[in-house]
């Protein structure tokens, strides 16, 4: 969608090339597989498939670090907060005043950080290699997802790269008539003016986005497609490889003994 | 619905539209019928109503953003985008790019109503041959220039076939001489399917001998209508054609300036190379500019050769790719404020405001305020001009370009040429001793047109150096204006 | 024939009470300008998301449920979109997609953002289906984020927070709620009167100026 953005994809492999669709549906097996439970031990298997697939999605490795260096802090810190807070059986290994943790609260707060990691790795790696313009005509016409809303949202996901490129016309804009700079507090307020004058700006492109499909008789009928999305026998090798993979971290988690259905803990 | 199915016919009655917002209606009074197949070129005012009364037409105003009167029939039934008979080109190219790659933006129309898909990359290839944008089918949509934009748009449409077409001001960016072209490839695409072709232009030549007939919308209705050699050469219609701002073929240019000799050198860039992106492709290099008080200087060229690129870069709003701009100690002394760096760039908000005014290609970018009047004045107060002073400039500027009734409008609301008049006043307002316009005339009538050109002949009188990015030859003729021609990457002074 | 002419000569488009459309089917300004919104807050989501541990580290250090009292941000996309869109559906569906857009470059909620996204739109949208999408004053705007930021904390609850017990579960719940009212509800009711100032609603039933000039 945006190269700023975007972890970039630097080889064309076989799992680039699959379908979305597939790939979205790969994807949401293994978020399923690591939602359902929370344990050390599925979440740290499928943590480890999942760094092992990486070289298979062919992005740029050194960017993915770059890019997403905060996914790991956000993940500690959310084990922390469930180090604090849940039940507190087992052995204690820090009582000091409030802060109470024990061994069995420490490894909850280790599953949790952990799975926030194999919920979040996947989906980057899918997204990073989605086009959204692919995505759009497989979601039509595979999953049968209306048209006019799947096509009027990948019109509008456009409007990211434009959105940031119009945020530095309007910061050009404001420096063209100097109202730019000024003091920290300028600054902020600029910040806040601009934000709101992208939201207005948007809404305004949108109106008129929608003028021009409709002035090209957007929301007509029998609408035909020049893109015609296909299934390819490396999509079922994929979907496969996600079942395998969330078949084998439960696997692992209940033969560990660790398993831990969601639904059923802290009530 | 696909090629050859013939034209539809357009039936108004009393028709009227009045914008939520607005005291007066955009258009009323309409009677007009306009057979399946003819072509008519709309005239009328900037402002007048043009691009209501196609947007009417097309079925693309919603119901909520305004209050209809009378009827208005399409084909026999009101009008229905979604019964895919009618493509609309918009006057504004930036607004209408829906798709990322180049190619499927083309199909997209083609896809809506229902054409063959087998067909269509053909047809699409094609329809970018004819108005000749030459780029790679997977070219991202978000890299293109004006000009270049409204040339996509257009072949959507003609890719389409509808059997309304209607077109607003389609040529107003493209460089002139790719008009005639792009003018045939629309008329080719006509008589291919019998279309109905309703064309708004401020340019009355382009089209005049191509077309059965030509309605002037007035104040109120329409002023006149008929076979364009009725219209043009009825002496008594001369009179109301020319309050209506239409361009008259053979009405004389007003007198060119008289250039005098430069003053000192303002603004200077040696060895310059611009880029739109900081890691894209180099747009010019080895750009030589000098620019002196009094001065008029024109960046000419097609479509894409880097005339706006270069312009923002002057204006220091984009970043140099190799070379500097380099502010004359003149420059540095004129104007509030004391910046200390000769690079333009590195000069706050407020100092650059007082020096070098920028006017973008596209005018909605740079309106920051919610009226019009707000919008005038806030260049001259930001640059320190005392309240009585930046009054008076304002109330003058409003009356000369036509603005004065739309003082309280928030800018956004603006007709296309009202738009790109407020943009430039807005920068003539605050007077700065460099002025910088990226197509300062387009989509105005003959009226505004003069007022603009008078203006920038008193800017140029009275010592400001004016640089334009202009396909409007009248227009640098009027203002004696050097020329600077870009393409293939470099520019050469004329 | 007859009926087509006499509705097109009408002159009064909008015979629905004031703010209501007059059509309860989407229209393809509708579509795009929910789906453009939803981008727009779908960056807010992403920037909110990087710089919400920084955010909630002290609320965090505090007390872990009083983070419930930041989440209203979470939920501003249904309420917003609801009250500017006035259709059915359109609080979940701006909500959705702009959980999507915030995940698209890459946050520590992964695919799971659609079904949080799905649970939160589902907050605002049966309150506005309740009072049959047809009142939008300031008391439903405030119930939309209120009942969007329970859905939300409910939603977290079971995802998230199911390590915590029970009275921390209750005490997020009721923050949540307070802060979906104020920072969904609130928020999303003056954005609407800024925005419609500025006339950018004009093809709307929730933005018709009244200034005219
Ligand atoms: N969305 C809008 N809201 C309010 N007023 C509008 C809107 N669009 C246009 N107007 C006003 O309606 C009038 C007619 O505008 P329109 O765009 O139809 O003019 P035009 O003849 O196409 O002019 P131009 O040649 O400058 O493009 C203008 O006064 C304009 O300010
Ligand atoms: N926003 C952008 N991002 C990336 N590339 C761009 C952008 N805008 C234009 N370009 C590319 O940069 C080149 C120079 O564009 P520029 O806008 O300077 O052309 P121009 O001479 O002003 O053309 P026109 O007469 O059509 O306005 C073009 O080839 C265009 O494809
Ligand atoms: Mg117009
Ligand atoms: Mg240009």
Redesign the interface.
């Given at each position: 969608?945006n190269a700023d953005?975007?972890?970039p994809v630097v080889r064309e492999t076989a799992l680039v090339r699959c379908n979305p669709v597939a790939k979205?549906a790969a994807?949401?097996v293994l978020?399923v597989a690591v939602?359902l439970s929370?344990d050390v031990v599925s979440a740290a298997v499928m943590l480890g498939l999942v760094v092992l697939m990486l070289p298979l999605t062919g992005l740029d490795l050194a960017m993915l670090v770059k890019?997403?260096w905060?996914?790991p802090?956000?993940?500690l810190?959310?084990g922390?907060?469930?180090a604090?807070?849940?039940?507190k059986t087992g052995t204690v290994i820090v009582d000091a005043g409030p802060l109470l943790l024990t061994s069995d609260s420490l490894t909850?707060g280790a599953a949790?950080a952990l799975r926030?990691?194999a919920?979040?790795?996947?989906?980057?790696m899918?997204?990073?290699t989605i086009d959204?313009?692919d995505l759009a005509d497989s979601l039509i016409q595979h999953l049968r997802l209306p048209a006019?809303?799947v096509l009027?949202?990948?019109?509008?996901?456009?409007?990211?790269?434009?959105?940031i490129?119009?945020w530095q016309?309007?910061a050009?804009?404001?420096?063209?008539?100097?109202?730019?700079?000024g003091n920290v507090f300028a600054r902020v307020g600029g910040f806040f003016q601009t934000s709101?004058?992208?939201?207005?700006?948007?809404?305004?492109?949108?109106?008129?986005?929608?003028?021009?499909?409709?002035?090209?008789?957007?929301?007509?009928?029998?609408?035909?497609?020049?893109?015609?999305s296909t299934f390819h026998p490396r999509d079922g090798v994929l979907l496969a490889g996600a079942i395998i993979a969330a078949a084998v971290t439960i696997g692992a988690a209940v033969a560990a003994g660790t398993w831990n259905f969601?639904?059923t803990?802290?009530? | 619905m696909a090629a050859a199915t013939g034209g539809v016919d357009v039936l108004a009655r009393g028709f009227g539209w009045r914008h939520s917002g607005r005291k007066r209606a955009a258009v009323s009074d309409i009677d007009l019928r306009i057979e399946a197949g003819e072509r008519v070129l709309l005239l009328g005012s900037s402002g007048a109503g043009k691009s209501t009364l196609l947007?009417a037409i097309?079925?693309?105003l919603?119901a909520e953003s305004g209050y209809r009167t009378g009827e208005l029939l399409v084909g026999g039934r009101p009008p229905d985008?979604?019964?895919?008979t009618?493509?609309?080109?918009?006057q504004?190219p930036d607004?209408?790019?829906?798709?990322?790659?180049l190619g499927?933006d083309v199909?997209?129309?083609?896809?809506?109503?229902?054409?063959?898909?087998a067909v269509?990359?053909a047809r699409?290839r094609a329809a970018l041959a004819t108005v000749g944008l030459d780029l790679p089918w997977d070219h991202p949509?978000?890299a293109l220039s004006g000009g270049q934009k409204q040339r996509l748009?257009l072949a959507?449409?003609l890719a389409?076939a509808?059997g309304l077409m209607?077109l607003d001001e389609p040529t107003a960016n493209i460089d002139p001489a790719a008009v005639p072209e792009v003018c045939q490839a629309v008329l080719d695409a006509q008589a291919a399917s019998g279309a109905t072709l309703l064309i708004v232009e401020h340019r009355v030549d382009i089209w005049a001998e191509h077309v059965d007939r030509i309605i002037v919308l007035g104040e109120t209705g329409l002023v006149a209508d008929g076979s364009p050699a009725a219209v043009l050469h009825d002496p008594a219609l001369r009179g109301t054609l020319a309050a209506a701002g239409v361009w008259l073929p053979g009405a004389a240019l007003p007198q060119p300036r008289t250039p005098q000799p430069a003053g000192a050198v303002l603004l200077e860039a040696d060895g310059l190379a611009v880029a739109r992106a900081r890691r894209g492709p180099v747009a010019v290099s080895d750009l030589s500019i000098d620019l002196a008080e009094g001065q008029a200087l024109a960046l000419v060229g097609h479509n894409g050769a880097g005339k706006s690129t270069t312009a923002?870069t002057l204006?220091?709003?984009?970043p140099a790719r190799a070379g500097r701009v380099r502010a004359t100690d003149r420059l540095l002394d004129l104007g509030r404020g004391a910046p200390r760096h000769s690079d333009p760039h590195r000069w706050?908000?407020?100092d650059?405001?007082?020096r070098i005014?920028?006017v973008?290609q596209e005018p909605?970018?740079?309106?920051?305020t919610t009226t019009v009047a707000d919008e005038l004045r806030?260049?001259p107060r930001?640059?320190g001009c005392p309240q009585a002073e930046t009054e008076a400039r304002v109330a003058e500027l409003l009356e000369r370009l036509r603005l004065t009734r739309l003082a309280g409008a928030h800018p956004?609301t603006l007709s296309g040429g009202e738009k790109r008049r407020l943009s430039v006043a807005?920068m003539m307002a605050?007077r700065p001793p460099v002025l910088i316009i990226d197509e300062p005339t387009f989509g105005q009538d003959a009226n505004t047109w003069r007022e603009l050109a008078a203006l920038s002949c008193e800017l140029l009188d009275a010592g400001t150096a004016l640089l334009t990015v202009s396909h409007d030859a009248e227009f640098l003729q009027v203002i004696a204006a050097e020329r600077m021609v870009f393409g293939r990457g470099q520019a050469v002074r004329a | 024939m007859s009926d087509v002419q006499t509705r097109h000569t009408d002159s009064e488009p909008n015979p629905t009470p004031a703010g209501v459309p007059a059509t309860m089917r989407?229209?393809?300004?509708d579509?795009?300008?929910?789906?453009?919104?939803?981008?727009?807050i779908?960056?807010v989501f992403w920037a909110w998301s990087?710089s919400?541990?920084t955010i909630?580290?002290p609320f965090?250090a505090l007390y872990?449920?009083t983070?419930g009292l930041l989440t209203g941000v979470w939920v501003l996309g249904g309420v917003l979109g609801g009250l500017?869109i006035r259709k059915p559906g359109a609080a979940l569906?701006v909500e959705v997609?702009a959980a999507i857009?915030s995940?698209?470059?890459?946050?520590?909620?992964?695919?799971?953002v659609i079904v949080s996204g799905l649970i939160q739109g589902f907050g605002a949208e049966l309150i506005f289906a309740a009072l049959r999408y047809r009142r939008y004053t300031l008391i439903a705007t405030l119930l939309a984020g209120l009942g969007a930021g329970l859905s939300l904390a409910i939603g977290e609850n079971?995802?998230?927070?199911?390590?915590?017990?029970?009275e921390?579960?209750a005490l997020y719940t009721v923050f949540a709620g307070i802060s979906g009212m104020v920072l969904a509800g609130l928020v999303s009711w003056f954005?609407l009167k800024?925005?419609a100032r500025?006339g950018?609603?004009?093809?709307f039933a929730s933005g018709r100026s009244a200034r005219e000039v």
């Open positions: 969608m953005l975007l972890v979205l994807g949401a978020a939602v929370i890019r997403l905060f996914l802090l956000a993940a810190m959310a922390w907060g469930t604090l807070l849940s039940q909850m949790v926030a990691l919920l979040a790795l996947p989906a980057v899918l997204i990073a959204p313009t006019t809303f009027a949202a990948l019109a509008a996901a456009r409007l990211v790269t434009l959105f490129a119009e016309t309007l050009q804009a404001r420096r063209a008539r100097g109202v730019a700079g709101f004058a992208l939201l207005v700006q948007a809404i305004r492109r949108g109106t008129r986005l929608a003028m021009a499909m409709e002035g090209r008789g957007f929301g007509a009928q029998n609408r035909t497609w020049a893109r015609i969601i639904f803990i802290g009530s | 947007h097309a079925g693309v919603p985008p979604t019964s895919g009618t493509g609309l080109v918009l504004d607004a209408q790019v829906v798709l990322a790659r499927d199909c997209f129309g083609m896809e809506n109503t229902g054409v063959d898909p269509m990359p699409a949509t978000s748009a959507g449409v389409m509808p209607v923002l204006g220091s709003l984009l706050p908000a407020a650059l405001v007082a005014g920028t973008f909605e970018h740079q309106f920051l806030l260049g930001q640059a956004h807005c605050t | 989407w229209r393809v300004v579509i795009v300008v929910a789906s453009v919104l939803a981008v727009a779908g960056i990087n919400w541990e909630s580290a965090q872990p449920p983070k500017i569906y997609l857009v995940a698209v470059p890459g946050n520590y909620f992964g695919l799971m079971i995802l998230y927070n199911a390590a915590w017990t029970f921390h579960k954005a800024a925005i500025t950018a609603l004009g093809a």
